[in-house]
């Protein structure tokens, strides 16, 4: 069983709704959670980051962690057709330097018009 | 990218030839990280540098070696490719901050590798 866990999808959304992306995970020392948003063929660019559990939001993006469940939550709203991308969630259990990341492997979502 | 430069974008090599990838950053930032990414894998980290000579292994490094001679470039080198090693490569760096502040990765772009 992988350590963080991610539904692949592909999820396909008309424009406007809100998406609902999440991960899941075993090992109870994470802390530390991040979403991240890749184009195709392009490199992962950081979209989110909290700490502990709790709720962060800017602006259409909300992160939402829940450590007693050990489930991560990104919410997508009045998705747009440029949200098009794969999202992956990372996490660990350590910051400062040289911390090392586990990630899902990704969910694909399309945004249709 | 954050100041993140690979070299070369695609490349496409025989099994059994040796091949480096660069990684080139204008950041200035301490840590050095390689990843593969593959389908149904995610990103995986094959080995990481925390300063110029001081390298470290990842989750998965047979096959892989790296070098680091100065902050701004990190080397990864394939000694002999084989096409399990097809895959897309990202380089990553942070900042390194104090224990207990936030850091954060920053990718580049990625490049392609194919071994035939």
């Given amino acids: 069983q992988k350590e963080v866990e991610q539904d692949p999808g592909p999820l396909s959304v008309p424009e406007g709704a809100i998406v609902s992306l999440n991960c899941t995970y075993s090992n109870s020392a994470f802390q530390y959670f991040m979403w991240y948003r890749q184009y195709s063929r392009k490199g992962p660019e950081l979209l989110m980051y909290t700490y502990s559990s709790g709720n962060k939001e800017d602006g259409r993006f909300t992160a939402q962690v829940d450590k007693s469940s050990k489930y991560i939550s990104l919410f997508i709203r009045d998705s747009q057709p440029s949200d ?14 040289g911390n090392k990341l586990t990630f899902g492997t990704g969910t694909q979502l399309k945004v249709e018009l | 990218d954050a100041g993140i430069t690979q070299s070369p974008r695609h490349k496409v090599t025989e099994t059994g030839t040796p091949v480096t990838l660069r990684c080139h950053q204008t950041e200035n930032h301490r840590y050095m990280y390689w990843y593969r990414q593959d ?8 080995h990481y540098s925390y300063g110029v000579k001081d390298t470290d292994k990842g989750e998965v490094s047979d096959g892989y070696s790296v070098s680091r001679s100065k902050t701004e470039d990190f080397l990864l080198t394939l000694e002999s490719a084989t096409s399990s090693q097809t895959s897309v490569y990202f380089c990553a760096i942070s900042g390194g901050l104090a224990k207990g502040s936030t850091d954060t990765q920053y990718f580049g772009p990625g490049t392609r590798l194919t071994v035939l």
């Fill in chain 1, 84 to 97: 098009s991308a794969t999202y992956l969630c990372a996490m660990s259990a350590a910051t400062g330097g």
């Fill in chain 2, 39 to 46: 389908p149904g894998h995610g990103l995986r980290l094959i």
